[in-house]
């Protein structure tokens, strides 16, 4: 009772950030959000940052704390840090808007970038393609779909810190999933669009996706399996 | 975004990095230094009695060890893209890097 | 990276990795004992066995080093276009002359 957490939050737009520091009651069971809505709520309600589920299902409060990208929805503050003190931040790697509100613009044209977007095999007239959940294909397209789009991985990747053009690991886990998907049409247009600048083969595999996916999913996997069936294309031969 | 990395495969990714980029600086000078052993053996012999001393032994430990780590390294990554199952990578990484170690190390002993 | 330097620097390892292992077990036997030119020009002189596997190691190596700084001086020093393209090509060219220099020398010339 009556303690306190010293929450430092970088401040400000392109060009002009600033580290401001606030004193927050510090409670027992309390996440990281917590905290910055309390920031908002009590301290300064000019504190620009973004959530919606407060589940971890939609993927919008991804934020770095204490220098580790992280869900802060479902992040307790306790777990980021022995002591009561927290540096909160925007996520790394996307252009900041305001304060903890990244813009996600680079992030989601990628996925386009990579094809990662459904190509319909089947008009509405045709039945729906049966799906078995036994197929190899399908258990590997699973391992990927829980992806909730928050960009954790993004912010956490040397790789696209260094690279700009490179896809990422959330855009390439997407593209992964749909090429093992049966319902998918247009498997060829998806390895070519990872093949080219900035596809798959930029990835050095040093894991950090992985590391640090809240939803604990496999992005490194993802992409050594891209580079895996680019390969066998290339020995093969295009169809 | 220090809090990012450190974790065993990054740290494997660093060192894979380090070390080609060593290799790459030395090469160079390896090259240059042997194709001195039939333009001019003197020099050569010389530099070979320079590398005689123990703390240049060091460093030629050193210098096997980068090309082992770099070699067995690289095998765990094109294996772990190109072959189906993948395998305990952290594991991997370490049998690497102690693999490495082994034959630099087996070179030291029969260096000195 | 593009898909062609990515296989070209794959490929290039795959054939380096049996000719690092042979060159480190000939270092370990060879260094016994000390080293001299004489020891050295002795084994490798006139044998076309040796000019071809130290042929073959510089050219993957000056491959494999050009594609892998490329990518390094992509990401840590931010070089694009033109500059990015100089730079692997100036080092594997020049890897591969020095290295041939010194193949040369221990063999044939």
């Known amino acids: 009772m009556g303690d306190k957490l010293k929450v430092t939050v970088r401040r400000g737009g392109p060009g002009a950030q600033h580290d401001q520091t606030y004193a927050v009651p510090a409670e027992d069971n309390q996440t990281v959000l917590d905290v910055v809505s309390w920031i908002q709520q009590y301290a300064d309600p000019t504190l620009s940052y973004r959530f919606a589920c407060r589940v971890g299902m939609c993927g919008s409060c991804a934020m770095t704390v204490n220098g580790v990208p992280r869900w802060t929805c479902r992040t307790h503050v306790r777990k980021v840090s022995e002591r009561p003190e927290i540096h909160i931040a925007p996520l790394r790697n996307l252009p900041v808007i305001k304060d903890l509100v990244a813009d996600m613009d680079p992030f989601f044209d990628k996925w386009i970038g990579a094809e990662a977007l459904h190509h319909p095999s089947r008009s509405r007239e045709e039945a729906i393609a049966p799906i078995d959940p036994q197929d190899a294909a399908r258990q590997e397209a699973d391992l990927g779909i829980e992806c909730i789009n928050c960009a954790v991985c993004y912010a956490a990747c040397d790789t696209v810190a260094g690279n700009p053009d490179y896809l990422g690991p959330a855009a390439l886990q997407r593209a992964w999933t749909l090429l093992n998907d049966a319902k998918d049409g247009a498997h060829d247009t998806i390895l070519d669009a990872v093949s080219g600048t900035g596809g798959c083969h930029a990835c050095h595999s040093m894991g950090s996706c992985t590391q640090h996916c809240p939803n604990e999913l496999d992005p490194m996997r993802a992409i050594a399996g891209l580079k895996r069936d680019t390969v066998r294309r290339a020995f093969r031969g295009r169809r | 975004m220090r809090g990012a990395r450190g974790h065993t495969l990054w740290l494997a990714f660093i060192l894979h990095r380090i070390s080609g980029i060593a290799l790459a600086f030395f090469l160079p000078v390896h090259f240059y230094v042997l194709s001195l052993a039939l333009t001019r053996p003197e020099s050569f012999d010389s530099f070979l009695a320079f590398a005689d001393l123990t703390p240049v032994k060091l460093a030629e430990f050193g210098l096997v060890f980068l090309l082992a780590v770099h070699m067995f390294g690289g095998l765990r990554l094109i294996a772990f893209e190109w072959l189906p199952m993948s395998g305990p990578q952290k594991t991997l990484a370490a049998a690497a890097a102690g693999g490495a170690f082994f034959l630099s190390g087996l070179f030291f002993l029969q260096a000195v | ?109």
């Open chain 3, 1 to 109: 990276m593009d898909f062609h330097l990515y296989m070209a620097q794959r490929l290039s390892a795959l054939v380096m990795a049996p000719l690092v292992l042979g060159h480190i077990a000939v270092m370990i036997y060879a260094v016994q004992g000390g080293l001299t030119a004489a020891e050295i020009l002795s084994r490798t002189q006139g044998s076309l066995l040796w000019f071809l596997f130290y042929g073959l190691f510089v050219v993957a190596v000056s491959l494999h080093a050009a594609i892998g700084l490329r990518t390094v001086a992509q990401e840590w020093l931010g070089l694009r276009g033109v500059a990015l393209s100089a730079l692997a090509l100036v080092t594997g060219l020049g890897l591969f002359a020095l290295g041939a220099q010194a193949v040369w020398a221990v063999t044939f010339a």
